[in-house]
Each structure stands twice: as C-alpha cells, then as structure tokens.
C-alpha cells in the first residue's frame, strides 16, 4: 500500500497535477484512515509520511495528518470510497473559475467522467463547508471540482482516483486549447445533447 502512495503522488507530481507541497492522498481500512501528511511532498513520499488515524475519531497520528481529512473523513462516511485523491490540477482550476460543471470535448473525458460538477465554498481548505459539499456531490460522481482550488477523486483503489483526475486535467487542457484558438467544435458523438445531463 506504500507504494502505491509513493507511485500516484510521484505520477501527480511529475505531471504537474499539483505543486511540491500540494494534494494529498488516503485510503480507508475499516475504521482506520492512511493519509499523507500535513505538508508532506507527493512526488517524493516516504513511509513515515503516511500517517494513521481514526475514521471517525481523532488519535495520537491527527496532529501530522493533512489538514483535508475532514473532508476525507466525510467521503469515506457518506460514499462507497475506499480511496481518494486531492489534487490542484491546472487547467481544472482555472475551468472552474467560470463553469458550473466541466463538460469533456474529448472522446475519453466523455466516456470516463460525462460531467464535473464544481461546487464553490467560502472556506477552500479542508472546511466543513467542503466537506458536506463534496461528500454529498461524490455519491452520484466520482470527481468534484472546487472552485478555484482543485479536486476530490474517490475510488476503491489509489490508482482508480488518480485515473479520474488524470483524464480530469486532461480534458481541461483540451477545453483550454480549443477556447484559446477559437475552434468551434463540431459534434461527432452519438447523443451528445446528453451529455451534459449525465
């Protein structure tokens, strides 16, 4: 499981999906929670940077753990999710500075994700606010945007949550790319008028 942390917060981080410092990442074994660290580096984790903690109760690790794991904690609470991934992908970000929910131009981003709901709080970092908006918002979705500050991927594994936030960004760019150069797209997916409403 060690790895697995050390692979998907190396893979954020060489794929510029978050800063030195930025993102974090948790798994859910039972009633225990394995989160990174509080400004611990994702793209060059260490064992000791993976701290246990209680699902529902503080013990002696939350004093290192990263400040979203409230928001974790109500993930895990209010979903199926036996993992997640927070991350401050680029090109998402700056789409939700406008979008109410991130539609996908590209053929995978549609068939992965349909849509990204982004939902908008006044405290961004690891507040309850967040954490009720984000864990309502992942019962029906597997990403959530949160406007102007980054993502909350949920999957049974690391590796499934990072799948969401890789085709997330990468979506976004290509929404970026086709805005910047003033491509009018033409349509060429079947039932397309839905997609929106996914």
Known sequence: MYEDFKMVGADLYTQGITSSHGGNLSVRIGDRILITRRGSMLGHLQDDDIIETGLERNDSGITLASSEIGVHRAIYLNTSALAIVHAHPVHAVVCSLEMDEIVPIDSEGSY???????????????????????????????????????????????????????????????????????IRMKEYRGESDKYSKW
């Open 112 to 182: 992965l994700l349909h849509k990204i709901p982004v939902i908008a709080a006044e405290h961004t970092v690891g507040s309850t606010e967040v954490a009720k908006l984000a864990s309502q918002v992942l019962k029906e979705y597997k990403i959530v945007m949160l406007r102007g500050h980054g993502c909350f991927s949920i999957g049974q594994v690391l590796e499934e949550a990072y799948q969401w936030v890789s085709s997330l960004e990468v979506s976004a760019r290509m929404i970026c790319l086709a805005r910047s150069a003033g």
